[in-house]
């Protein structure tokens, strides 16, 4: 029996006999996904009920609109660390908003950008943040997590933010640390550490949870001195569109596409590399309008923004999960655990969430890939050190400006100084070859065929200007013909058509003919809107270089009979 229905594509395909393994799956992904969605609010200070909320109406937003059999979504501790500095934002404009409410309106908000921007189809946007960069910002907002749980593991308030004041601040404070609290935050965080490294078949976060639970239970930790999480509501929210007054537009809007630009960047890197090891292809844009489900139905519950969870999404791969029916189940999992195991939850200590929140980050941080940055290039592991120090020296929010900058600049510096190659003859085989890395290659007698290997764009004109100035300067004096390939020029503008016009005319004055050869389409009719092949010359632009080389070939003779 097959399921085809127009909005469930997450169902496309389903059969019965893949009923009992989504129903294992959605049972392991309830299970893992406990720990997180109790621990995560605490980052942007909220309730740990919304990230129940936030977990289980997700689920069914993915399931309503999402494209994909086996992605599953939820709570991130990236985007966490980011909502939360977007709210802090907010809230110190008007400390009077309500916090829940507004950190709703911003899931309400990215999940309305995720279908605009799939609907433009801008998916690719998200790949903006270059993986280099993406590594070091995702890493140093790991820091920034790991230092926001001090306060969880100490007892103490922590009011300072960024990375050295609440350490400066923990040291002035350190009369007032609470030991039997630091006790128990680093037995449960090295427990949960043992269990990562001896590959638990039971998720770490899973047996802190209850291990805290059952603790706090026999021995009250509570009465200790002990922070535990408390009374929890034990009901599902109402459907509400939430609205808070006095909310600063402007801000809300700038905030809601910090939070969308990084959840979805780090959504689709984590999507994409579970597509790869599943063998499954990832949408980028199909995506989007998932995201944007997921986002509106927890924006319309009481929840806060959500992306690809790469923890739910392991546990659904490795069980086997085969449709979105594992994501409904783990929802309802959810709803149960939330009505009916309520008073066992309250149970949970604070420091159990700084330890779970801990190793979370510490997995975050990925030294592998930084160290093959550094073996694979220099500069591509420097600005993902841009990324980490924005993040973690300048705030979460400031950390994305960074971010996004150093990609620009990344982008630039690789497209300002596009190589360019000579080429040549060799004997017996047929084509052009780079006269650098052929050494037995030689070049056409009077003729100089040049290969331009990038757009041409008004950032790097002048750079190419010069370039292609030295080139006329130092041709041979029988050389008669300059002819660029243009094959890999992409992209090119009026400020570059209009070098090419002042390289034509420079090499008209020293008596040599200037000549285009395999010109892509766009630049094409871009130069000929701007007169440029007029001037050039319709007997001087060629479909390839052979036709050049044989319009040469064919003047030469005409010339000598």
Known sequence: ?????????????????????????????????????????????????????????????????????????????????????????????DPGLDRVATAALLALCVGGMCLIAGRLRLGEIAA????????????????????????????????????????????????????????????????TLLLERLKSPV????????????????????????????????????????VPAAVPLQQLLL?????????????????????????????????????????????????????????????????????QLAGVVAAVALASLLVFLNDALSLLPAPALGAILVAASIGLIDLKSLRELWHISRMEFAFALIGMWGAVSLGVLNGVIVAVSATLLYVLLKEMRPRDALLGRLPGRSGFYKLHRF????????????????????????????????LIAEMPADASWLVLDASAVVQLDSTAAAMLDDVR??????????????????PRQLLERAGVLGRIGADMVFEDLEEAASAFAARQAAGAS
């Open 1 to 93: 029996m097959k399921l085809a229905l127009p909005f469930f594509k997450g169902f496309a395909g389903f059969r019965m006999s893949w009923a009992g393994r989504d129903v294992m799956a959605g049972l392991a992904i309830a299970a893992v996904a406990i720990p997180s969605a109790v621990a995560y609010p605490a980052i942007a200070g909220l309730p740990p009920e919304v990230g129940v909320y936030s977990s289980i109406f997700s689920l069914l937003g993915y399931a309503l609109l999402g494209p994909s059999h086996r992605l599953v979504v939820g709570p991130d501790a990236a985007t966490m660390t980011v909502l939360a500095a977007v709210l802090a934002s907010i809230l110190a404009q």
């Open 255 to 323: 905030g809601a596409g910090a939070l969308w630009l990084v959840s979805f960047s780090s959504g689709l890197v984590a999507a994409r590399s579970f597509g790869a090891r599943g063998g499954f292809a990832v949408d980028a844009n199909e995506e989007l309008r998932g995201l944007g489900g997921a986002n509106l139905v927890t924006g319309v519950f009481s929840g806060f923004p959500v992306t690809v969870s790469d923890s739910r999404t392991a546990v659904n791969l490795s069980v086997g999960g085969r449709s």
């Open 505 to 522: 005319a420079k090499a008209a004055g020293r008596g040599v003919a200037f000549g285009l050869a395999e010109l892509n389409y766009a």
């Open 439 to 470: 050494p037995e290659a030689r070049p056409v007698p009077g003729l100089t065929l040049c290969l331009i290997q990038g757009s041409l764009l008004f950032f790097n004109v002048d750079y190419v200007r010069e370039r292609l100035e030295q």
């Open 128 to 191: 903006f943040l270059s993986r280099p960069i993406l590594i070091g910002f995702i890493s140093g907002i790991s820091i920034s997590i790991m230092v926001g749980q001090i306060g969880r593991f100490t007892g103490l308030a922590i009011a300072s933010d960024g990375l050295v004041a609440p350490i400066l601040e923990l040291v002035g404070k350190a009369g007032d640390v609470h030991w039997p609290s630091v006790a128990l935050g680093g037995a449960l965080l090295a427990l």
């Open 203 to 242: 998720p770490g976060p899973l047996v802190v949870v209850t291990v805290a639970m059952a603790g706090s239970a026999l021995f009250d930790f509570a009465g200790l001195g002990i922070k535990v999480v408390g009374s929890l509501p034990q009901s599902l929210p109402a459907f509400s569109v939430p």
